[in-house]
T-cell receptor, first 113, second 116 residues
């Protein structure tokens, strides 16, 4: 089955710690994205990557970092510099430049203790 | 920059009724795509329907259809014969053609409740 997986489903972090959220896709999509969702709001773009070894900041990239070493994988690190990291994080991928349709993973709920 | 506005924070209808969710957007782009996504309590974002701006024909997917008015920058979603499983947050989203450049721009969502 083709799809997008995210792990873990729930993640707890102590203040001052870095944590990494995993995102893997087997849809053979070139583009991958990370979004953040807060209560009462739509999704906001953190980072995106159109090809391997290249990525661009989105609207709210401060306090986050990413890597794209493989086409299938786009991990997100939430650093201690992120002031309010408690949120729901969604990863997506798309056939960029074709239909531009993004498909989402099941999400990771990050809570700072 | 694009903006997407959903003016109905919450709607409630009876099962089997038809309901229309509103969405307006603002853009200077001529070629773009519009989407409706559904987010049930599981919080998985599920694609409901997609519309290409260059197509005049409104998209349909089974019980879901859109009313796309390009000049008015309006993109409403109609759900016919609503079912209990349609209860969810619904998000309208925009992306410029060929542009992962800014990702999807989302509205704030409409919470749709289907009453038995």
């Amino acid at each position: 089955d083709g799809g997008i997986t995210q792990s873990p489903k729930y993640l707890f972090r102590k203040e001052g710690q870095n944590v990494t959220l995993s995102c893997e896709q087997n849809l053979n999509h070139d583009a991958m994205y990370w979004y953040r969702q807060d209560p009462g709001q739509g999704l906001r773009l953190i980072y995106y990557s159109q090809i391997v070894n290249d990525f661009q900041k989105g609207d709210i990239a401060e306090g986050y970092s990413v890597s794209r070493e493989k086409k299938e994988s786009f991990p997100l690190t939430v650093t201690s510099a992120q002031k309010n990291p408690t949120a729901f994080y969604l990863c997506a991928s798309s056939d960029w430049g074709e239909t531009d349709t993004q498909y989402f993973g099941p999400g990771t709920r990050l809570t700072v203790l | 920059a694009q903006t997407v506005t959903q003016s109905q924070p919450e709607m409630s209808v009876q099962e089997a009724e038809t309901v229309t969710l509103s969405c307006t957007y603002d853009t200077s782009e001529n070629n773009y795509y519009l989407f409706w996504y559904k987010q049930p309590p599981s919080r998985q974002m599920i694609l409901v329907i997609r519309q290409e701006a260059y197509k005049q024909q409104n998209a349909t997917e089974n019980r879901f259809s859109v009313n796309f008015q390009k000049a008015a920058k309006s993109f409403s979603l109609k759900i016919s014969d609503s079912q209990l499983g349609d209860t969810a947050m619904y998000f309208c989203a925009f992306i410029a053609s060929g542009g992962g450049a800014d990702g999807l721009t989302f509205g704030k969502g409409t919470h749709l409740i289907i009453q038995p």
